[in-house]
């Protein structure tokens, strides 16, 4: 079970890994906490949905949620409390925090609860969702964070919390590897980065628990890219590092460990290959 903040954080973070284990015949969950209304457009066509404008940018990203999921092979996908429940949340610091709907401002306890009923019905045995941080920071990621974290909190307390928990991840020697990879490309997503520690995201690689190979499922991943095409423009480069790398980056995808036992592990870094490993019952 996976808990995301808005459509298409699942597959930038997780999409490979998903689209593995739904491939694998694991039953894979999605759960979305806001339809993404406050997301930039980057279909002309459609810019009059824009919060301030028509507000109809979370109805549209409903569908490319649902394309982005078949892509991937997820059948099984859920907003918490119900598609417009909960609202995107806007940039930290926005007056779009202070929405009456907005997730930033949800009570955690409700939310959680409203998680919980999902745990209650699929019993996830791995949970993934972001770090504290919210990985780089977006309010939502935060709350989406809380809000995890406290369900599998109470489904503890009812004796069917999932055995591990996941947080999504990178490690900092992926970081360096890619500003290097990039360096003197015109359309280089690190040239302002001096060093990487100066990145809001990046782990120790000692941090990292599991690194998930989906090589084999990155054309799905960048399927499923192309489903959230409003947020993510034809010439992002994304779709550069698919181009140009194909699932050497765009296929591996790493997290940290915070709840269970660590299985079995290989390679210098001693990571996990099976995010299932050491599950009791697999």
């Not at 099984?76 to 806007?90: E, P, V």
């Amino acid at each position: 079970m996976l808990v995301h903040a808005h459509p298409d954080d699942e597959v930038t973070g997780t999409g490979s890994t998903m689209a593995r284990y739904a491939a694998e015949g694991a039953s894979v969950t999605l759960v979305t906490c806001t339809l993404g209304e406050e997301g930039e457009i980057h279909v002309p066509a459609l810019e009059q949905l824009e919060a301030k404008q028509a507000d109809q940018l979370g109805g549209w990203r409903i569908v490319e949620l649902e394309r982005a999921c078949a892509a991937l092979g997820v059948t099984d996908h859920r907003f918490l409390g119900g598609a417009g429940r909960y609202r995107d949340s806007g940039m930290m610091g926005l007056e779009t925090n202070n929405h009456p709907r907005a997730f930033w401002g949800a009570d955690l306890e409700e939310a959680a609860r409203q998680c919980l009923e999902i745990m209650r019905e699929v019993r996830p045995q791995v949970l993934i969702t972001y770090d504290e941080n919210g990985f780089y920071g977006h309010p939502d990621h935060i709350q989406a964070h809380r809000v995890a974290m406290r369900a599998a909190e109470l489904a503890d307390a009812e004796g069917f919390g999932p055995e591990k928990i996941y947080w999504t991840a990178m490690p900092r020697s992926v970081l360096e590897g890619g500003m290097e990879a990039f360096k003197g490309m015109d359309d280089n997503p690190f040239a302002d980065v001096v060093n990487v520690e100066d990145l809001p995201f990046g782990h120790p690689d000692d941090e990292i628990a599991a690194r998930i190979d989906g090589t084999d499922f990155y054309e799905q991943k960048v399927a499923a890219m192309r489903a959230h095409a409003t947020q993510i423009p034809d010439n992002s480069w994304l779709y550069g590092i698919a181009g140009d790398f194909g699932g050497e980056f765009m296929g591996v995808e790493y997290f940290t460990l915070v709840k269970g036992e660590r299985g079995e592990v290989s390679g210098p870094h001693k990571w996990e290959d099976d995010l299932f490993s050491n599950v009791v019952g697999r």
